[in-house]
């Protein structure tokens, strides 16, 4: 599912591994560096490894690049990713770099541990709850900040929303999308969770259907909580279908850890993530007897997840960088989400 796991010769030991990538999403490089990492070791995470041994490192250096815009800008990918990467306890110890159309990220995370210490995503019992560690939205808060800069985008929610209401959550996304889910997956263990995965680019739903396939008992998932970052559920409303937040299909990045956990350890689990990280964690929907499927009842509750005032650190940047890296990767963020979405950000999701 989330990790490729593969049984060493050396007797109990299982070498577990996975990469990802994918293009800028935010308009800061440092932070887009470090998103990447996390989103990486996220799927080591929802194992239940909280050890990463080796990153490598998977560059893509767009050729619309100027030769200035490449100098600032990947340098400070790179660097946010290695600064992720030592957060984690690990360190990039090489990779791969080529010239492609469109700037790219990710990486490869790889852990050496007993096999008897993974937590395997198949094992939800009947009367488990599932828990859910950051909150949806991301890629509407992202998509919302870029039409702040495009008129005929921003009229379609400005009545429903605030300009000082999109930079809040835009930074609460970006938060959110950097910080590490190893807390979680430590935690897990304390807790004795089930089976787990991490929420990204197929939305909550796609990731809780899939979740449910791999189970070996007849379980069915129910999710009736949603907790978005403040005003986005709002938002996604006055873009009809574009987002399908509301249905669990709107693509997350670096999101949470969705856990299957006992039920009378479920709240305990919350509050420790709380007391240790100083974020929620959410109790959303509930663990039935059924076909292996899941899905998100008809009228949900919302939870308005309010866009705190935290410091995001975006790295010493100087002003004029940041003027040229704002404005590069917006035009290519802009311009990828035009080109495989003709539509609009989120439609053909």
Known sequence: MDASVT?????????????????PLVDDPYMQGKIAA????SDLYAMGVTECDNMLMLVGISTKMTEKERDIVMPLIMRGF??????????????????????????????VCQTSELIM??????????????????????????????????????????????????????????????TAARLMHKYNAHAATDVTGFGLLGHAQNLAAHQKNEVSFVIHNLPVIAKMAAVAKACG???QLLQGLSAETSGGMLICLPREQAAAYC???????????WIIGIVE?????????????????????????????????????????????KSFMSYICPGGAGTCL
Not at 38 to 41: C, P, S
């Open 7 to 23: 049984p060493l010769r050396h007797g109990g030991l299982s070498l577990v591994q996975t990469t990802d990538f994918f293009y």
């Open 38 to 41: 996390a989103n990486v070791l």
């Open 82 to 111: 290695k600064d992720c990467a030592l957060e984690a306890g690990t360190n990039v110890t090489g990779g791969q770099t080529v010239m492609n159309p469109w700037c790219t990220i990710g990486g490869v995370a790889s852990s």
């Open 121 to 182: 995503p198949d094992n939800a019992v009947v009367g488990d709850v599932l828990v859910l560690t950051k909150p949806l939205g991301t890629q509407v808060a992202v998509n919302a900040h870029q039409w702040l800069d495009l008129q005929d985008r921003w009229n379609r929610i400005k009545l429903v929303v605030s300009e000082d209401d999109v930079r809040k959550a835009y930074l609460r996304s970006i938060d959110s999308m950097a910080r590490l889910n190893r």
């Open 241 to 243: 279908n574009m987002f």
């Open 271 to 281: 509050k420790d993530i709380e007391k240790t990280e100083g974020y929620q964690a």
């Open 289 to 333: 007897k059924g076909n292996r499927t899941a899905r998100i009842i008809d009228k949900p509750r919302v939870i308005e997840v309010p866009a705190k005032e935290k410091k995001v650190n975006f790295g010493k940047v100087r002003r004029y960088h940041r003027i040229i890296c704002h404005f590069f990767f917006f035009s290519i963020c």
